[in-house]
Structures are given as C-alpha cells and as structure tokens.
C-alpha cells in the first residue's frame, strides 16, 4: 500500500505549483501528476461539464493505483470534491478547505479577500468553507482572469501585471482585507506583484502549500507513509501544448521529461 | 436549395464577428451558428485535436442541413481548411485566404504583419496564402495571448490594452510594417488600441470582413443566394460559458435570444 502512488490532478500545468509543494513535504512519495490540457480551462466551464472531466480524471488516476487523489484545481474542487468523496473509496481532497482555514484563523480584523478563476469565485466555495469556521467573518472576492495568461506569458514581473492588479485588487484594498487567498494555482507565481499592490500588511495565503500539509497528516493517520528514499514521479497530460516546457519549468522549477498524452475521454 | 442555412463555425465566441460581417453583406440568408464552448480555446490545442472538434462540429451542421460553411475560426482553419474541403461536399470557407488576399494586395512596401494566437501564428497558415500571391513579401509574426482576455474583460480601451499591444507590436513597428492582419476573430474589437500603437499608415487587415465578401461571391456562383427577406439565425453552443449574454452582446452588437446546448463529442 505506501510504495502506490499519489494522484495529483489539474485542468492543466497550474495544478504543478501544488505538486511542488507536495514534494517538498512529502519528499519520499510516488506521484501521478494527470493534467487536461486538451481541455483546459475549465473556470468558464458548467458544472455538469467540470463534474464529467473531473470523474474521467480520477477514473484515469484510479487505474493507476493511487492511494490518494489532490484535486489540484481550483474550479474541480469548488464544482465536485463532494460528490468525488462520495462516488470513490480512496481519500480526495481538494485545495479549498486547508487554504480557506489558514485564512479564516490567520484575519484578525475579520475581513478576508478571496481571488480565483470566474468558476471559482461563483461557486462561492471559500466563501462556504470559511463560513463554517466563522461566519462573521467577511469575504471580498473577486475574479482575475487576466492573470493565469499573464504568468503563462512569464509577465508576472511586469508594469502589465502591477497595472491588471491594481484594477482587480483595489476593491478589496479599500475593503481593508488583512489576507488574500490566492484562490488559483497559477497565482502564487504572482506573489510579489500583488504583494506590492496589497501592501505587506496584508498576508497571502497559498492553498497549495495548505494542502500539502493536510496531505501529509490524511497519509500519517491511515499509516500509509512511503518509507523508501525519493519518489518517482509521472506525467500525464491529453494534449501537448505549444509552451509545456517553459511553463511547466517555470512552476515546478525542474525539468520534466517522459510526458505521456493519454485519450482522457475514454476513462 | 436557397433556404438552406449558412452554417458558421467557432471554437468560442469570437466568430461572432464573423457572423455579424456576414449578416451585414448577406442579410437574407439563414444562418446557424455554433461556437464549441466546451473546449474553447483551440489556439494551444494539438492538430489532431483541433481536427477532430473542426470535424465534429461541421457534421453538426451539416446535420442542421447547411448549404455552406465558414471555419470562422483562425486556428481551425490554419489547421484543418484543407482536410475538410476533401472530406465533405459543400462549400467550406476559413477567416484566413481572404484576409492573406487583402493584406498582399494592399502593402506598398512589401512588409506585411500578422498577429494571432499562438496556434494561428505556429501553423504560418497566412505566411503560406501570402506568400502564394507574392513571394517577395516579407512577413513579421506575432502570437497575442493575452489579447483574448483583454476583450473579453472589456478592457479592449484601456491602459492595460495599450501596453500589451505597445509590448507585443512593438517589433513589428519596428520593422516598418505598412499593413496588419488581425488573425484572430477577437482582434477587431481592439482595432481603436492596435491602430494607435502601429500608427495610421498601417492598414489593419480585418479577415471578417473580407471572408464574408468571399462567400457572397461563392453563393452567387453556384446560384443559391435566398432571395426572401430577413434571414433568421439560430445558435448552438456546447456550454454555456459565464459571461455569454455580455461577450455576446459586445461582440454581435445585438441580443442573442434561445441560445441551445449540444454535446459536441457525439457529432
């Protein structure tokens, strides 16, 4: 049982930032990473298309005998982790919950900004899990979509990227926010342009780096940590596209070789 | 023969602004038009991929009994124009031979630019049709990535706008093009910004308009113009994505009504 691997899942490359953080944790641990790029993005996307994509994606981790699933994704986490738990027999988690408490315990005035995809933000999901730790606390959301191509452009230090910032965040600065959720994975590579925007008052929460943790203790409690020494690593994507190499080295910070393209509509 | 519909093909909703160029020169036709939603955007996508959709969404209109069709979509036809003129019998038009066609015959100077997106620009579909008329041209190309997110924000007027047209044009400036292919459906919503960053000198090339002119030339050689009044249009998405109703609207310039969702994938 600990030499299976864990399952790592995205719409496409931003789901690497959470798998980075993951290594770093857990440094002995197999992992699966599956990524949709031939369909990505999902944040436009319906529910019922989000629910589709999500179940073939774990039905693809699933035959590769995973102990356990990351829904690395925002926009899946927010539209299905629910019904994933409830559907499969393996631990899935989501990168909502650990980002939304870290949030929720660390506001000291009560007012809590939440940035994502358009999915994200209207599911209303960090809204939810932070509502169930302290409902007075008051949530600023806001979606950003110029952003995820703005890192994939590698401008993520740029006038472009400090501008579009300030357009999206000013509502929640003059909301007095005391902390971001950095509500998609694309976002962390955005750190220090929003830091600055923001102001060093206010702290960034990065689910990733939330989630992994909270991976960790689900492995700890079924006994199911991987002893052995460093852990092998997967690719998977269905479809490659034209900036895999510079994006995915951007994200992860090491190179990725061996990527396999799968036919995910058929799992 | 005659009332038989026009079918138009997108990947999104950019094609909107093909479709409004043609209601504009044919106002009497039927036309049915399909944006396939559910995997917008092709631009980053595979050929084989981009083929397969391109395909699966002509069978949808040929199943809706159209008389001819226009790949309003850049990447589409870069990719797969061809394959689908020797697969099937009607008439099928791309955005790109038309808009090629126009810049050839309006540069002086012989120093043409092309922007797009990523998948348009790789496939060097317009360096191919230019340089068919005249091999003497010399052709600077460009991908745009964020110019998509740009108009779909509306910000298609603002200072994020001018600096990411100043960041992506400027070589193109610099090499003293004297006409510009906009490549990209989305393109001539950001005609205002693009024509203050390259100057009016250049002639900026919308391949809308002149594919619409195309196919009015094409209906009337094989004698199927309709002749009735006031063409009534039908639209087909394969999801319905957020912000539909006000891209729409922007995009067409007129309200979309009875919008219908189909699955794509079994076409």
């Known amino acids: 049982m600990n030499d299976r691997p864990i399952g790592v899942f995205d ?47 774990i039905n693809f981790l699933i035959s590769k005998n995973v102990k356990a699933i ?23 988690l989501g990168v909502i919950e650990a980002g939304a408490r870290t949030a929720a ?9 939440v940035i994502g995809t358009e999915g994200t933000i209207r599911s209303k999901a960090y809204n939810l899990e932070i509502g169930k730790i302290d409902k007075d606390i008051r949530i600023i959301d806001k979606s950003c979509p110029l952003f995820v191509p703005i890192v994939e452009e590698g401008w993520a230090n740029t006038d472009i990227a400090s501008l579009t910032a300030k357009r999206y965040l000013k509502e929640l600065v003059d909301e007095n926010i005391d902390s971001l959720v950095l509500g998609c994975t694309h976002y962390p590579l955005l750190k220090r342009t929003i830091g600055q925007i923001v102001g060093e008052k206010v702290k960034l929460v990065n689910p990733a780096k939330e989630t992994a943790k909270d991976l960790k203790k689900v492995l700890e409690a079924n006994s199911v940590l991987r ?32 990527i396999k393209t799968i036919e995910i509509q058929k799992y």
Chains 1, 2 share one sequence.
């Open 11 to 57: 719409s496409g490359l931003g789901g690497l930032t959470v798998l980075k953080e993951i290594m770093k944790i857990l440094p002995n641990e197999n992992i699966v990473y599956f990524g949709d790029t031939a369909r990505v993005p999902y944040g436009p996307r319906s529910k019922e298309t989000v629910m589709k994509y999500t179940f073939q994606a």
């Open 227 to 258: 002893k052995d020494n460093s852990g092998v690593y997967e690719y998977y994507v269905s479809d490659i596209p034209e900036k895999f190499a510079s994006i995915a080295g951007e994200f992860l910070k090491k190179e990725i070789k061996d």
């Open 70 to 92: 990351v829904i690395a994704c925002n926009t899946a986490t927010a539209r299905c982790l629910k019904e994933a738990n409830e559907k499969y027999d393996i631990p899935i």
């Open 105 to 113: 315990y660390s506001t000291k005035n009560k007012i809590v900004g």
